[in-house]
């Protein structure tokens, strides 16, 4: 089973990590990013994010698809936050749960990584001296 | 023929807002991205920019229709 969400409140971990748990699992990798208070070397306020919810959904799931494919996973829980987040926040949750570990630490880095290229969600970064939207020139 | 675009993240602040009525001249997405960075030439130093049609990536070469709503994606960074 997949639970797939952009969420405007609060993440929550211990739900995600709850949802994939399942009878048949050896192991449940759990990934939280958080929002960091530096971007090379320079303090990060706060952040915004973002989303074109419909299709941010529609990406993630098609993550969750792929990963259910290739490693075998059992459930999968995918949460991304929007709105604007304190340093420390959660920004997003990735929940495997498969029958051996090694699969879930694979597809957990795997969604996390595709996440980050293909998922219509978009990070503002606010500094002391200004705004600015992230990775978006060369 | 008229198309509606609708933009996000720095796309959004290009075209100061996030939806907008375009007079396209050609019929594919390639020559709507012309024409935005003709209009637009911020949108030319981005790293990407991709298109989206009833939430999935088009190729440049899909001809559009009169009213479709086509959403620019700039880089995403998510995570």
Redesign the interface.
Known sequence: MFDIKVLDSTLDSEFCRSFVTDAAAGGIVVFV?TVRNQTQGKKVLKLD????D???V?EMTTIAEAISTKWNALHVAIH?RKGSLQISEI??IIAVSTPHRAAAFEACQYA?DT??????????EFFEDGEV?????? | MKVKLVA???A??ILDGKHLDFELSGESIADLKLQLFSAYPKLD???SIRF?VN??YVEEDLVVKENDEI?L???????
Request: hydrophobic share 45%.
């Open positions: 990013g994010f973002e989303a074109f419909s299709m941010a529609k991304h920004a997003v996390i996440l980050k290229e293909t998922v219509p969600i978009w990070k503002k939207w992230v990775a978006t020139h060369p | 996000y993240g720095i959004k602040d130093e981005l790293k989206a939430d999935t959403i994606i700039p880089p995403v960074s998510g995570g």
